[in-house]
């Protein structure tokens, strides 16, 4: 019940937004010739351009992989994919600095798309690699989805907008300092620049409590469904891995224990594969200390991890010169 709600009001906030863009429009067709009527009906359109729903895209530092050139990583993506359930990436990038994995749809299409943090990615054995592509995929398959996640963007946006601008006072200094600069010619009463002000601040006395508190609710409404989201997530994850090691992993990415040891290496000038070598070590040291064999899965095991690195290697070793970045 408390999903369907949620989808309610968003739906309700990208009419909203939907609105705006209709009302300029035909608010400037219906007078052309007016300068006030395009002052009001850009500053609508302008809203709801600001405010129209992403489709989401990959973050500016990804790098694609080509399917040619990393056969091996999709193939191993592909595998946890139809074990989890959802469609498999048809992209699979890298970021240098990524600490995570994340599936998301970008685009018209809504192209699946996996990007995989390689400082990581590098650290971990190959049975926890399974476990963060499964877990990637099973909070994408339980999370607020493209209706509600881009609602609560645009009331972020809202809220950004109307809490967030620069005093009244700092836009008349600058105006006047733009008059002085133009010896005069701009010192006139600026009728057009006023009315759009004007607007905009009617525009958010009226909708900015009603939107705030629409805001809270929505958020509120998520939020009280959080433990159902993470009881599912779980389960799908749970088809992947273990419980134990899901939650392993949710502790060794909070830490970041597992940065020190390869941003030591780095500085000292090991090899990416002297580098990896230890990381697996330490991934089979047991709590007492005992050296274990080097875990795996069906997904994912240690042969098909090994050729996965073989493909990362050139990107590992680019990468690997600013993972001292990292925090």
Request: charged share 20%.
């Given at each position: 019940?408390?999903?369907?709600?949620?989808?309610?009001?968003?739906?309700?906030?990208?009419?909203?937004?939907?609105?705006?863009?209709?009302?300029?429009?035909?608010?400037?067709?219906?007078?052309?010739?007016?300068?006030?009527?395009?002052?009001?009906?850009?500053?609508?359109?302008?809203?709801?351009?600001?405010?129209?729903?992403?489709?989401?895209?990959?973050?500016?530092?990804?790098?694609?992989?080509?399917?040619?050139?990393?056969?091996?990583?999709?193939?191993?993506?592909?595998?946890?994919?139809?074990?989890?359930?959802?469609?498999?990436?048809?992209?699979?990038?890298?970021?240098?600095?990524?600490?995570?994995?994340?599936?998301?749809?970008?685009?018209?299409?809504?192209?699946?798309?996996?990007?995989?943090?390689?400082?990581?990615?590098?650290?971990?054995?190959?049975?926890?690699?399974?476990?963060?592509?499964?877990?990637?995929?099973?909070?994408?398959?339980?999370?607020?989805?493209?209706?509600?996640?881009?609602?609560?963007?645009?009331?972020?946006?809202?809220?950004?907008?109307?809490?967030?601008?620069?005093?009244?006072?700092?836009?008349?200094?600058?105006?006047?300092?733009?008059?002085?600069?133009?010896?005069?010619?701009?010192?006139?009463?600026?009728?057009?620049?006023?009315?759009?002000?004007?607007?905009?601040?009617?525009?958010?006395?009226?909708?900015?409590?009603p939107l705030l508190l629409v805001?809270?609710?929505?958020?509120?409404?998520?939020?009280?469904?959080?433990?159902?989201?993470?009881?599912?997530?779980?389960?799908?994850?749970?088809?992947?891995?273990?419980?134990?090691?899901?939650?392993?992993?949710?502790?060794?990415?909070?830490?970041?224990?597992?940065?020190?040891?390869?941003?030591?290496?780095?500085?000292?000038?090991?090899?990416?594969?002297?580098?990896?070598e230890d990381a697996l070590t330490?991934?089979?040291?047991?709590?007492?200390?005992?050296?274990?064999?080097?875990?795996?899965?069906?997904?994912?095991?240690?042969?098909?991890?090994?050729?996965?690195?073989?493909?990362?290697?050139?990107?590992?070793?680019?990468?690997?010169?600013?993972?001292?970045?990292?925090?």
């Amino acid at each position: 019940m408390k999903r369907l709600l949620a989808l309610a009001v968003s739906l309700c906030v990208h009419l909203l937004t939907l609105a705006f863009l209709v009302a300029g429009v035909a608010l400037i067709a219906a007078s052309p010739g007016e300068l006030v009527v395009w002052l009001a009906g850009g500053l609508l359109v302008t809203i709801g351009v600001v405010l129209r729903p992403r489709l989401g895209r990959l973050p500016a530092d990804a790098e694609v992989l080509g399917r040619a050139a990393a056969p091996e990583l999709y193939g191993a993506a592909a595998r946890v994919a139809g074990a989890v359930g959802v469609r498999a990436p048809v992209t699979v990038a890298v970021m240098d600095l990524g600490v995570d994995a994340t599936y998301t749809r970008v685009g018209l299409r809504r192209t699946p798309v996996l990007v995989i943090g390689l400082p990581l990615w590098l650290a971990l054995p190959p049975r926890q690699r399974a476990t963060l592509l499964a877990r990637a995929y099973a909070m994408s398959a339980t999370g607020e989805g493209l209706i509600v996640g881009q609602a609560l963007a645009t009331l972020a946006e809202w809220r950004l907008g109307l809490t967030g601008a620069e005093p009244i006072k700092a836009r008349e200094e600058a105006r006047l300092q733009m008059d002085k600069a133009s010896l005069g010619i701009m010192h006139n009463p600026g009728a057009s620049y006023d009315a759009a002000g004007f607007l905009g601040r009617i525009v958010g006395r009226v909708l900015g409590g009603p939107l705030l508190l629409v805001e809270v609710g929505l958020v509120r409404l998520v939020r009280s469904d959080a433990g159902r989201t993470e009881e599912l997530r779980r389960g799908l994850a749970a088809k992947v891995t273990s419980a134990e090691e899901l939650s392993a992993l949710e502790e060794l990415m909070a830490s970041g224990r597992y940065l020190a040891p390869i941003q030591a290496a780095a500085l000292r000038g090991e090899s990416v594969p002297s580098i990896r070598e230890d990381a697996l070590t330490r991934s089979r040291l047991a709590d007492d200390g005992v050296l274990t064999s080097a875990p795996g899965t069906g997904a994912l095991g240690s042969r098909e991890s090994a050729a996965i690195d073989a493909e990362l290697l050139a990107h590992y070793t680019r990468a690997i010169r600013g993972f001292g970045l990292i925090s």
